[in-house]
């Protein structure tokens, strides 16, 4: 289980081993979005939110400590959860993957600042002190970043539009 709760051993670099499983899961989205879309993305985010939802149980349990730092299967959740708009984008418009590179950048540091500053129901859900609150934060701050992709992804084409 271990295994799986630090995304690969990911989560046991230093610092900041949350900021690296976000940055390990984007290239694992790219994969999933290039061979299935954004579905292939929102099926690969459920499974791995119900196993990783065991997987930091069983490591929390294991280690002592509700939210361990190493645990980073969360953060893998979250940021496919951001990324969804970049995806569905692709799907709408027919763009490359990556010519879409803003909204990476965006779901990345959007993810990464609700993860860091647990506003509203992120805060409430890591307040839980267990696995599913564990989980769950990153859920909301996955969606609460999506949401931060769309709108700017709007601002800018309608800024693109007035030039």
Do not use: C
Not at 1 to 28: D, E, H, K
Not at 71 to 98: F, R, S
Request: proline letters at 5%; a negative charge; charged letters at 15%.
């Amino acid at each position: 289980m271990r295994l799986i709760a630090t995304f690969f051993y990911v989560g046991l670099l230093r610092p900041a081993p949350g900021t690296w499983g976000s940055l390990a899961a984007l290239p694992v989205a790219w994969v999933i979005l290039t061979l299935g879309g954004w579905a292939a993305l929102v099926v690969a985010t459920t499974i791995v939110f119900f196993v990783g939802l065991e997987a930091a149980r069983t490591e929390a349990e294991a280690s002592g400590d509700h939210d361990p730092s190493h645990v980073v299967i969360d953060e893998v959740v979250g940021q496919w959860i951001a990324l969804l708009p970049v995806g569905i984008g692709v799907a709408m418009t027919g763009a490359n993957l990556l010519a879409l590179w803003p909204g990476w950048v965006a779901a990345f540091a959007l993810f990464r600042v609700f993860d860091i500053l647990k506003p509203g129901p992120v805060g409430r859900a890591d307040r839980r002190g267990d696995a599913t609150g564990l989980m769950m934060d990153d859920v909301w701050a996955g969606a609460f970043a999506a949401i931060g992709v769309v709108v700017l992804a709007v601002l800018a084409h309608a800024g693109m539009r007035l030039l």
